[in-house]
Nanobody
């Protein structure tokens, strides 16, 4: 059974940084692309970034140059390094592998 567990969220001041992690079990992790998504209260869930099987990356425009997605196949973990955070980045962040989602981790950017 595929399981995704996010961690690393929290409260950070504007301009600060956080690194989110998504630990994946129950599947041949290295053969799949994995994505990060986020959902702010009252808003639909939106795609943030994806890392492919060879480490290739794509980002939504609003996070380009600030966020970095990466994967560690040995650790079966996906990371999202977030820098220069703004209040607009506040949301629950989820990782996704195929049709499977994690439970999310909350990020709040506030002074």
């Amino acid at each position: 059974q595929v399981q995704l567990v996010e961690s690393g969220g929290g409260l950070v001041q504007p301009g600060g940084s956080l690194r989110l992690s998504c630990a994946i079990s129950g599947t041949t992790f290295s053969g799949y692309a994995v994505g990060w998504y986020r959902q702010a209260p009252g808003n639909p869930r939106e795609w943030v970034a994806t890392v492919g099987v060879r480490g290739e990356t794509t980002y939504t425009d609003s996070v380009k140059g600030r966020f970095t997605i990466s994967r560690d196949n040995a650790e079966r973990t996906i990371y999202l390094q977030m820098t220069r955070l703004t209040p607009d980045d506040s949301a629950d962040y989820f990782c996704r592998l195929g049709s499977k989602w994690g439970q999310g981790t909350q990020v709040t950017v506030s002074s």
